[in-house]
């Protein structure tokens, strides 16, 4: 039998340079990554305590930290290459959802963040 469960890693901070300006790509900033994702659970998971009936979320880190690793002009590109991979790389996940979160972007006022989310299904 399986079951659905959610499974989120929230907030993974991550230095990068992300940005349509010349200076974000040369200074960089602190970015936030939040993943969560809906993704089938087999009854060696929940029952006997087996990660190989689950989504090992450590999978969603590995997976930032690579495509955060690539520079590019707008988070609309980056949440969805991670999307794109969780889906690839993770066979069990059903429904994934990214949101990147750029702290202190370079708009000449005082601002907490700005961020961008994506919803991908398999």
């Known amino acids: 039998m399986k079951r659905i469960a959610e499974i989120s890693v929230n907030r993974i901070k991550l230095y990068a340079y992300h940005g349509c300006h010349p200076q974000e790509r ?10 969560s994702a ?3 659970v087999e009854t060696s998971a929940w029952k006997d305590d087996q ?4 989504t090992d979320y ?3 880190v590995s997976i930032t930290r690579r495509e955060m690793a690539i520079a590019s002009n707008l988070l609309e ?5 991670i999307a794109a991979a969780v ?3 993770c066979p069990s996940v ?3 959802s ?8 370079p708009f000449g006022v005082l601002c907490q963040g700005v961020s961008v989310k994506i919803e991908q299904k398999r």
Do not use: C, Q
């Open 26 to 35: 040369v200074v960089g900033a602190d970015f936030y990554v939040t993943i």
């Open 38 to 40: 809906l993704t089938e």
């Open 51 to 54: 990660l190989d009936g689950t």
């Open 58 to 60: 450590s999978r969603f």
């Open 77 to 81: 590109h980056v949440v969805a290459r």
């Open 87 to 89: 889906l690839e790389e």
């Open 94 to 96: 059903l429904k994934v």
């Open 98 to 105: 990214v949101t990147i979160e750029k702290e202190n972007p």
